[in-house]
């Protein structure tokens, strides 16, 4: 309700013409005070995990693949500036490890008895998402509870004119988004988002935002039992197969 009042009040100063210079500082005063709020409505995600169930979506040339997904969960942990995005299919399990101080990730794949470890520097990481970069978001009036939050829809329009949805919630943001790479610049975390996993087109959805404690070994590297790639001789290897 407060939060109401200062906005109408602002509005109400802004319009007024004849009370212009005299409230100019009060205007301000009020502006900062609705910053401040907005703020502290949102909650940063410092630590904790972010559950996703994952929805291939219909219409895929290629119903065993897809049935491989049937099932697959996802799972983002948090800790500082560190992320894990971590996704568990019959297939198999693929991590995603962000350090958000150095900017390096690691990518581990994990297919049976198949294990690969993928570095990867900033300006790799960069490449990679490059589709993502100047992506512009149109919001729409249109809203959903997803886990308990009040998301807003989002169509994302990329370069090359391709569009995805989202939906989005003001409550949430994450210390280190990298993870969230295509919706980092929206105004809170993506609870629901359209991707892709090799030729599917697949639908990520929250189902739970726990806070409690994640342990520091989350993110350590696995020091044996994996070949070591670079990102410049995984992408070679892909090629040639």
Do not use: H
């Not at 205007?27 to 940063?44: D, G, H, M, S």
């Not at 992320?83 to 962000?98: A, D």
């Not at 990679?128 to 100047?134: H, I, R, S, T, V």
Request: proline letters at 3%.
């Amino acid at each position: 309700m407060l939060y109401n009042y200062l906005a109408n009040l602002a509005r109400l100063f802004i319009t007024f013409k004849p009370m212009k210079k005299i409230t100019k500082p009060l205007v301000i005063i009020i502006i900062r005070l609705l910053w401040v709020f907005t703020v502290k409505a949102q909650k940063r995600i410092t630590e904790g995990t972010i559950s996703y169930d994952i929805v291939v979506n219909t219409g895929n040339s290629n119903p065993s693949i897809a049935d491989m997904f049937n099932g697959a969960t996802s799972i983002v942990y948090l800790k500082g500036y560190q992320t894990r995005f971590e996704r568990v299919s019959s297939l198999g399990v693929e991590s995603t490890i962000v350090d958000g101080k150095t900017g390096n990730v690691n990518v581990l794949k994990e297919y049976g008895e198949q294990k690969y470890m993928i570095t990867m520097t900033p300006a790799n990481w960069k490449e990679a998402n490059k589709k993502y970069e100047g992506i512009v978001f149109e919001y729409k009036d249109e809203y959903k509870e997803i886990a308990g939050y009040k998301c807003q829809k989002a169509i994302g329009t990329m370069k090359d004119g391709t569009t995805i949805n989202v939906f989005f919630t003001k409550d949430l943001v994450a210390n280190n988004r990298e993870f969230e790479y295509a919706y980092k610049s929206l105004p809170g975390l993506a609870m629901e988002f359209e991707t892709t996993i090799g030729s599917l087109k697949v639908t990520y959805t929250v189902s739970k935002v726990n806070f409690s404690i994640v342990p520091a070994t989350k993110f350590e590297l696995p020091k044996s039992g994996f070949r070591v790639m670079t990102y410049e001789e995984s992408n070679s290897a892909g090629k040639s197969k």
